[in-house]
């Protein structure tokens, strides 16, 4: 039975064109990084319209850590008042800024794996911060700003995912 060579080529072809199409149609844009994340809205008030995902991240990181510092502050002041959940929380933003201390280093060395580590490990502080002060009799502005940091924290693993390494 004779193949037809010229058929089968063809075909073959048309299905990796197609296949390429639709790979291309599931992949964000580039021009959209935070679409990749859970919290797009938070992503592109934080991001302040960069395009380039390495910028994008690197942003996203610096401005998690300023907030991180404002939500240190003022863990460090309730703590006068409270107890208890506001010193696990305090000793988990330390941790939180630490590890997006590194995170910072990771982006510039290109080094993925590093920086999904210590993403993750912030992610895990704020998650901790929640946690911890979910057994507290009122909910103050130290559980609100874990929950913030949260998101902000899970849009920066996202984004990571995206950068050129």
């Known amino acids: 039975m004779p193949i037809n060579l010229n058929i089968t080529v063809r075909t073959i072809f048309l299905l990796l064109v197609a296949s390429c199409q639709s790979a291309a149609a599931l992949r964000p844009s580039l021009s959209e990084p935070c679409m990749v994340t859970d919290f797009p809205a938070l992503c592109r008030g934080t991001i302040n319209g960069q395009t380039n995902v390495n910028a994008a991240t690197d942003v996203a990181i610096r401005e998690l850590m300023k907030r991180t510092r404002h939500a240190r502050d003022i863990a460090k002041k309730e703590l006068r008042v409270l107890d208890g959940g506001v010193a696990t ?35 895990t502080d704020y998650d901790t911060c929640s946690e911890a002060m979910k057994g507290s009799k009122e909910i ?12 902000m924290a899970d849009n920066c693993l996202a984004l990571s995912t995206l950068v050129k390494l």
Do not use: Q, R, T
């Not at 982006?107 to 590093?114: A, L």
């Not at 103050?140 to 949260?150: D, E, I, M, P, R």
């Open 140 to 151: 103050n502005v130290v559980y609100k700003s874990a929950g913030v940091l949260y998101k």
């Open 89 to 123: 929380c305090l000793s988990n933003f330390n941790s939180a800024f630490d590890n997006l201390d590194k995170a910072l280093k990771n982006v510039k060395e290109n080094d993925g794996f590093s920086l999904n580590i210590n993403l993750s490990a912030a992610l």
